[in-house]
């Protein structure tokens, strides 16, 4: 079982709907998520934090955290084109003290 | 800005050479951190250091071996390049804990080199 795991997509979404990308990890203490944008050929962007279960919003961005279920999701609402890219969740192991990321969700809107 | 800068910004270079990647940061960070990023596989950790006197192996740290100047600095080396090394490799940096709770974990990526090895 990967640490981190991510759906690889593409997921294709029309502007302005709800795009869902979702998250599991293994470790069960695991105490700190993250997701980070990455456009083509550039760098990673950390977009959101969570440290609590439940939810955090961020603008158009809504992080959701369920350690019970050990599962991390992105809600990005009124998708736009410009949201096109690779989304890469990040956890914090407690073993190791590093980030362990996932390989990405890429993500297509179609306007 | 704060910024994390890494030099150069794409290399190719020729299997058993041996070529250094630079990472500087004007961020005021602790810990700095060695990435490669190849398709399908997202970013693994080469090697790690949390302060100057620091350095620790990350998961994939063969066939590399990195040098911590000084605070702002971190540097990769790949002592005898070979064509599995080809991919896009990212310097990044996170605070230390200083009471800061968890956010200390964020951790803010360079723009990359993207170092092919025929």
């Known amino acids: 079982q990967k640490e981190v795991e991510q759906n690889s997509g593409p997921l294709s979404v029309p502007e302005g709907a709800i795009a869902s990308l979702n998250c599991t990890y293994s470790d069960r203490v695991s105490q700190s998520f993250f997701w980070y944008r990455q456009y083509s050929g550039k760098s990673p962007e950390l977009i959101m934090s969570i440290y609590s279960n439940g939810d955090k919003e961020d603008g158009r961005f809504t992080a959701q955290l369920n350690k019970a279920s050990q599962y991390v999701s992105l809600l990005i609402r009124d998708s736009q084109p410009s949201d096109s890219a690779t989304y890469l969740c990040?956890?914090?192991?407690?073993?190791?003290?590093?980030?362990?990321f996932g390989a990405g969700t890429i993500l297509r809107v179609k306007s | 800005d704060a910024d994390v800068t890494q030099t150069p910004r794409n290399r190719i270079t020729k299997t058993g050479k041996r070529i250094m990647l630079e990472c500087s940061q004007t961020k005021g960070h602790d810990r700095m951190y060695w990435y490669r990023q190849d398709p399908g596989l997202g970013l693994r950790l080469i090697y790690y250091?949390?302060?100057?006197?620091?350095?620790n192996k990350g998961e994939i740290s063969d066939g590399y071996s990195v040098s911590r100047q000084a605070q702002a600095k971190f540097s990769l080396s790949l002592e005898s390049a070979i064509p599995n090394q080809t991919a896009l490799y990212f310097c990044a940096t996170s605070d230390s804990p200083r009471d800061r709770g968890p956010l200390y974990n964020e951790q803010f990526f360079g723009p990359g080199t993207r170092l092919t090895v025929l």
């Open positions: 250091s949390f302060d100057v006197k620091d350095i």
């Open positions: 990040a956890v914090r192991m407690e073993y190791g003290n590093k980030l362990v």
